[in-house]
């Protein structure tokens, strides 16, 4: 086991434990809702249309942009409607969306990839089928798995993400222990795109069964798998990396940089699909846990069901609750559960709706600066950021806060602390755009007042020249005319003495 790991962080036990950690089919859904705007990238724009029969894994709608991802139908049926709908984001807000009625048949459109010996397979060909299977980052991110992989140079290790991003969710813990070989194999594709010596699988120490079903289908000696303490959090790329590695990455900075690429485990089981098979991406597995259910488990589920389709299977009980899509700690509270599982949803929070604790004055007690996992002042930044400082919060690097709340969970005060760094952020992003209005705008003024100051300047110059154009032609106009006014006094002296001979 590795014993390296990152300051901070905070040790925080699966609150609603399972005895086997299994993987429910959910039934086809009667509908599926799929929204047009993706996590990254324009909104797709549809290539079907109200009335339309759809195949299972139809290309539904795409976009010109390289770097975004083909939509695929979910299940087989009828295009119902295009229009707006509420998604799963904390604004509650409406996106277009396309709706499908279910035939019940789940007929597939064809696909067919590299096959199981896809090493003959060049690495173009293998990043065109992940584009087009429509595979992006399934920890979270939801950031597209082809875009990350595309021009890899000096790529010296792969890290494949299996700890679970937070507490409570059991997805990719489920999914290695479920499906092993294909995690294993996915590895063995990445491996053969990024040209990497060696990939190292992190799984936290309290999941053994997923390391024994891994350490079962692993005989590749370029493959490692290293366990990790539990420990939130654990998941973030750049601690990773830390914690494996030691290689530290930048501010700012990018795994690849240091010749390092990440991707989550069921990213690469999904990159497995789309290899061997060109299998899009249609559903995948998504824990449904809480204080408001009776039976958390994980749920196999058809991109587009809504959250309901398998709250409804963890038996929820009669208390009124909150609904949070990703973890407790940084998941997106969500005001419905008829919203849309989307590529992201790997986890659905039911909670009994319970009162927050009061936020009390903060006491210094600096429990918030231990706890955090990328070593910030968090007690520092709250000042700083409650009294809109922001220069200064950035001072502190603010920037680099990953908005994780080790600090809030640690703070007996309940002070909500990465709300604050949040909104100071945000605030500070505003000041500097504009500020940089503002500049241009004084810019703008002044090369204005400059530019007239120029004109007004060059007028005059013009002015001037052309006076003395003048009067130089005038004098000559004067020569001219003294020559002429000469000339006929001479023609006149000459006829007097004419007329007078
Ligand atoms: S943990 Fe809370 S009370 Fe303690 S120093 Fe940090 S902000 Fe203040
Ligand atoms: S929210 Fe920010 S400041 Fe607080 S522990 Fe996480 S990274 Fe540190």
């Avoid at 396309?98 to 696909?111: F, L, N, P, R, V």
């Amino acid at each position: 086991m590795l014993n390296q790991s990152f300051n901070g962080g905070v040790v925080i036990d699966n609150p609603h434990p399972v005895d086997t950690v299994g993987i429910v089919s959910a039934p086809l859904p009667d509908k599926v809702v799929l929204p047009l705007q993706q996590r990254i990238g324009d909104e797709a724009i549809p290539c079907v249309k109200v009335g339309d029969k759809v195949l299972t894994g139809q290309v539904i709608a795409k976009t010109e942009d390289h770097f975004c991802v083909p939509i695929h139908a979910s299940i087989s049926g009828k295009v119902v409607s295009i229009d707006k709908q509420i998604i799963p984001h904390k604004s509650g807000l409406k996106s277009k969306c396309i709706t499908i009625e279910s035939d019940g048949k789940d007929q597939w459109a064809e696909y067919k990839g590299c096959g199981t010996d896809f090493l003959h397979c060049d690495q173009a060909t293998m990043i065109e089928y992940i584009q087009s299977s429509g595979i992006v980052g399934l920890g979270g991110a939801g950031f597209p798995a082809h875009a990350k992989l595309e021009g890899i140079q000096d790529c010296h290790t792969l890290i494949i993400n299996g700890t679970e991003c937070e507490p409570g969710i059991m997805c990719d813990d489920a999914l290695m222990q479920h499906h092993p070989r294909e995690v294993i194999r996915g590895v063995e594709i990445l491996l053969h795109i990024c040209g990497a010596q060696r990939a190292i699988i992190a799984v936290e120490d309290d999941k053994q069964e997923a390391l024994n079903s891994l350490l079962m289908y692993c005989h590749n000696e370029r493959i490692s798998i290293e366990q990790i303490p539990t420990k939130y959090t654990s998941g973030a790329e750049k601690l990773l990396i830390k914690a494996l590695l030691d290689i530290e990455i930048p501010s700012g900075g990018f795994a690849i940089d240091t010749g390092v690429i990440c991707q989550n485990v069921a990213t690469t089981k999904a990159i497995f699909d789309a290899v061997v098979d060109n299998k899009p991406l249609v559903s995948r597995i998504v824990t449904v846990t809480g204080s408001g259910v009776e039976s958390p488990n994980n749920y196999e589920v058809r991109l587009g069901a809504s959250f309901e389709h398998i709250v409804s299977m963890s038996k929820p009980n009669t208390h009124q609750h909150t609904i949070r899509m990703g973890g407790m700690m940084m998941g997106v509270d969500v005001k419905t559960t008829s919203v849309p599982i989307c590529k992201i949803t790997n986890c659905i929070f039911v909670n009994k709706l319970e009162t927050k604790p009061s936020t009390q004055e903060c006491i210094r007690c600096g429990q918030c600066n231990q706890a955090c996992p990328v070593d910030l002042l968090p007690q520092q930044l709250y000042w700083y950021a409650k009294s809109e400082d922001t220069d200064k919060a950035m001072d502190y690097n603010l920037a680099d806060c990953i908005e994780c709340r080790c600090c809030d969970y640690v703070c007996p005060s309940h002070i909500p602390l990465a709300e604050y760094f949040s909104f100071a952020k945000a605030l500070h992003r505003k000041t500097t755009e504009d500020q940089y209005r503002t500049d241009i705008a004084r810019e703008r003024f002044e090369f204005r007042e400059y530019r007239l100051e120029r004109n007004k300047q060059e007028r005059t110059e013009m002015m001037a020249a052309k006076k003395e154009e003048l009067k130089k032609k005038m004098a000559n106009d004067k020569v001219q005319k003294d020559k002429i006014a000469a000339a006929m006094a001479r023609v006149k002296k000459t006829k007097k003495a004419n007329d007078d001979a």
